[in-house]
């Protein structure tokens, strides 16, 4: 059974210590290749994250910049408790508004790589930041159907029926797949309008504040987007 965890092997030779050797070789040939699969898998994971901070990492490095010489040009050195207030109020808003970007973002990232490709297995895009266990177990089953795929087709022919069988499963895991992206984009987009509307109410609330320290608010409400998602 596919299910099991044991399997015997067994190998008739005149010489023992020969099948002994094929079947070692064998068994360490099947344990490379399953780790090989896993750093894929890692190595996927790991260059989004990697991808993802260098660029915010940029971002961070220009608006901390920014921040000190707007300090040091304006002689501004503290954000008053209005200021502080409004801080409060909105950073929290900003921390929701950033994760449902950065899941939007990986979501498009998947959605991209189903669209993009035929049925040739290759490297699974992350979904880091995305709680969905069901889309994280379709993007494993679409994975390890294209591996079987690519070695069916290696070894009997795209034409031979188990091949054609494989083809079929993955076609009919992708449309699963773009349903389950479309339905969570389409909350998310909601979640989105609804944070940008609270944004605009805290917005207004800057108007009753001096200009030197509107301007410092803004500097340090990017600041602490930027660093939120990079922490």
Same mark, same amino acid.
Request: net charge neutral; no cysteine; hydrophobic share 35%.
């Given at each position: 059974? %596919?299910?099991?965890?044991?399997?015997?092997?067994?190998?008739?030779?005149?010489?023992?210590?020969?099948?002994?050797?094929?079947?070692? @070789?064998?068994?360490?040939?099947?344990?490379?290749?399953?780790? %090989? &699969? %896993?750093?894929?898998?890692?190595?996927?994971?790991?260059?989004?994250?990697?991808?993802?901070?260098?660029?915010?990492?940029?971002?961070?490095?220009?608006?901390? *910049?920014?921040?000190?010489?707007?300090? *040091?040009?304006?002689?501004?050195? &503290?954000?008053?408790?209005?200021?502080?207030?409004?801080?409060?109020?909105?950073?929290?808003?900003?921390?929701?508004?950033? &994760?449902?970007?950065?899941?939007?973002?990986?979501?498009?990232?998947?959605?991209?790589?189903?669209?993009?490709?035929?049925?040739?297995?290759?490297?699974? $895009?992350?979904?880091?930041?995305?709680?969905? $266990?069901?889309?994280? &177990?379709?993007?494993?089953?679409?994975? =390890?159907?294209?591996?079987?795929?690519? %070695?069916?087709?290696?070894?009997? @022919? =795209?034409?031979?029926?188990?091949?054609?069988?494989?083809?079929?499963?993955?076609?009919?895991?992708?449309?699963?797949?773009?349903?389950?992206?479309?339905?969570?984009?389409?909350?998310?987009?909601?979640?989105?309008?609804?944070?940008?509307?609270?944004?605009?109410?805290?917005?207004?609330?800057?108007?009753?504040? $001096?200009?030197? =320290?509107?301007?410092?608010?803004?500097?340090?409400?990017?600041?602490?987007?930027?660093? @939120?998602?990079?922490?």
């Amino acid at each position: 059974s %596919k299910l099991s965890s044991v399997i015997n092997l067994k190998l008739l030779d005149e010489i023992p210590q020969r099948s002994e050797d094929v079947l070692n @070789g064998l068994i360490s040939e099947y344990n490379n290749a399953a780790i %090989k &699969d %896993k750093n894929k898998l890692a190595s996927s994971t790991l260059g989004f994250v990697i991808e993802r901070l260098d660029i915010v990492g940029k971002d961070l490095a220009s608006i901390e *910049s920014k921040m000190q010489q707007y300090k *040091s040009n304006q002689g501004a050195v &503290d954000i008053g408790s209005q200021g502080q207030l409004f801080l409060e109020s909105v950073n929290v808003n900003d921390r929701k508004l950033a &994760d449902v970007t950065m899941q939007i973002a990986v979501l498009d990232q998947v959605e991209n790589y189903v669209r993009s490709k035929d049925n040739t297995g290759g490297m699974v $895009p992350s979904t880091v930041g995305v709680n969905d $266990p069901m889309l994280t &177990d379709l993007l494993n089953k679409l994975y =390890e159907a294209e591996l079987d795929y690519d %070695k069916l087709k290696t070894t009997t @022919g =795209e034409n031979n029926p188990l091949a054609l069988s494989k083809s079929e499963q993955i076609n009919k895991i992708k449309p699963s797949i773009l349903e389950s992206i479309r339905n969570q984009k389409k909350n998310l987009e909601a979640s989105k309008v609804n944070l940008y509307s609270t944004n605009n109410r805290y917005s207004s609330m800057l108007n009753s504040i $001096p200009k030197m =320290e509107r301007d410092l608010l803004e500097i340090s409400r990017e600041q602490n987007i930027k660093s @939120g998602i990079y922490n």
